[in-house]
């Protein structure tokens, strides 16, 4: 049953290291510092109102763009620090033009900070 465990593990560190490799961080980094870094800081350290999000993994910042995308509030409120609070106001019409790509690409920047 551990091997079991340890074989699924270490499958999904592979599909989410080969996700974060197939987007495109550069591309991240760039619509980061035009979309993201005016509220969340330019190192993502949060400040104010703004959550901090250095230090997330790519998974979870795609999960929550595409729930804030897709207004998926009730998601939101499920996931750890219950994202469909007071910020989603802001966040839902922010991810509404986010692309798949794009959000692929914000999640690749975002983690390796």
């Known amino acids: 049953m551990k091997k079991l465990t340890a074989i699924a593990f270490a499958s999904g560190l ?6 974060a490799m197939a987007a495109d961080a550069s591309a991240g980094k760039n619509l980061y510092e035009q979309s993201c870094a005016s509220c969340h800081g330019m190192k993502a350290q ?3 109102m703004f959550p901090k999000l250095a230090g997330q993994s790519a998974e979870r910042i795609t999960t929550a763009l595409t729930h804030y995308k897709n207004g998926d509030q009730a998601a939101l409120k499920e996931m750890e620090g219950n994202l469909g609070g007071s910020n989603y106001a802001i966040m839902a019409p922010n991810a509404a033009g986010l692309s798949e790509a794009d959000i692929e690409n914000l ?5 390796s900070l």
């Open 107 to 111: 999640g690749a920047y975002i983690s």
């Open 14 to 19: 592979t599909i989410a290291s080969m996700q």
């Open 46 to 48: 949060g400040q104010g």
